[in-house]
């Protein structure tokens, strides 16, 4: 049982990171409205239970990333706040705590607290305290294939090859091929891909869609931090000269050492490969007819590569990719 309104981060990752569901009771027993932190779904996401009485209903969210709605738990009416995008689960745990807190020790009612809280984080969104989730994620991989590289040719080729940052096309520039790295916390290999672009194979070089998926880790995961300073000190003890333009590239991608860090990660299953060829769905210019393509400045789409088989012979460095 954890005392007061706060569950901490490390007891709820340990959950996820087993796939187990569990509860926290947040508020003082036989005391009203009734308030828990869930870990639900077998360990696939939380929520926020908060007890309704019989005048009111579950408030509104504006977000359309967070849901609230209305549920039966031990007889009594609940509502239940949760988020649709499992990439965010950390920072939505901070919302919830904030919430709870609210009604809790503040003792302000649901629609209150879930507002108040909502319009304080809203007047932070213009200066983010660290980045995005899907940009972590992303750097991790990033990072794995880095590493991975690195063992196939050594620090100084690898550090070389990442062109991603520098602004280049493709994440990697390697000798006869390209990589596009695409990192997902989806229990499907659902990847953003932007721009017309970022599929496109550069001239005759294959282009090769590397598509790593990763879920919670536990006390076994890695953290962000963990990789970046993994990384740092391999290019410092084996390719020094490198070293600049890796902390060029890792401040180009928005990492910065003083942001807190602790979600931990791990590999959900084997990286796997696909030649960017006309097997693999995608847009690009030529998805556009002509006399439009100087009018469409941009486009993110969703690319979902779930069941699709694995091109052969992929490059041979994702066999023993992992973290790093």
């Keep these: 049982m954890v005392e007061g309104p706060y569950v901490p981060w490390p007891s709820v990752e340990?959950?996820?990171?087993?796939?187990?569901?569990?509860?926290?009771?947040l508020?003082?027993?036989?005391?009203h409205p009734e308030v828990s932190y869930v870990v639900g779904e077998g360990g696939r996401?939380?929520?926020?239970?908060?007890?309704?009485?019989?005048?009111h209903q579950p408030p509104h969210s504006p977000l359309p990333l967070i849901r609230i709605d209305q549920i039966a738990e031990r007889g009594m009416r609940m509502a239940r706040i949760r988020t649709t995008q499992a990439a965010l689960i950390r920072d939505f745990h901070d919302l919830l705590n904030a919430v709870a807190d609210r009604i809790v020790t503040h003792d302000r009612t649901l629609d209150q607290a879930f507002g108040e809280t909502v319009r304080a984080w809203s007047a932070l969104l213009d200066r983010p305290r660290a980045l995005r989730a899907e940009k972590r994620i992303g750097l991790i991989g990033e990072l794995s294939v880095l590493s991975s590289i690195a063992s196939a040719h050594g620090w100084s080729t690898a550090v070389k090859a990442w062109t991603g940052p520098d602004g280049?096309?493709?994440?990697?520039?390697?000798?006869?091929f390209d990589m596009e790295v695409k990192t997902t916390a989806s229990e499907r290999r659902e990847h953003t891909v932007h721009g017309l672009g970022q599929l496109l194979p550069s001239g005759d070089r294959p282009l090769?869609?590397?598509?790593?998926?990763?879920?919670?880790?536990?006390?076994d995961g890695r953290t962000l931090a963990d990789c970046v300073r993994?990384?740092?000190?391999?290019?410092a003890e084996h390719a020094p000269e490198r070293l600049d333009r890796l902390d060029g590239h890792l401040t180009a991608t928005?990492?910065?050492?003083e942001v807190p860090d602790d979600e931990r990660w791990r590999l959900r299953t084997q990286p796997i490969g696909f030649l960017v060829d006309?097997?693999?769905?995608?847009?690009?210019?030529?998805?556009?007819?002509?006399?439009?393509?100087?009018?469409?400045?941009?486009?993110?789409?969703?690319?979902?590569?779930?069941?699709?088989?694995?091109?052969?012979?992929?490059?041979?460095?994702?066999?023993?990719?992992?973290?790093?």
């Design 230 to 235: 993994s990384v740092r000190s391999d290019v």
């Design 14 to 25: 340990y959950y996820l990171g087993e796939n187990q569901s569990t509860s926290y009771r």
């Design 27 to 31: 508020s003082a027993p036989s005391t």
């Design 254 to 257: 928005g990492w910065d050492p």
């Design 45 to 55: 996401e939380i929520a926020l239970y908060v007890e309704l009485d019989r005048r």
């Design 168 to 176: 280049e096309e493709h994440d990697f520039g390697l000798l006869g």
């Design 278 to 324: 006309d097997q693999l769905p995608r847009l690009d210019t030529e998805s556009v007819p002509a006399q439009f393509r100087d009018r469409i400045r941009d486009v993110t789409y969703t690319l979902d590569v779930t069941g699709l088989p694995e091109s052969p012979k992929p490059p041979a460095l994702l066999a023993d990719l992992r973290l790093p």
């Design 208 to 219: 090769w869609l590397v598509s790593l998926q990763v879920t919670r880790g536990g006390i």
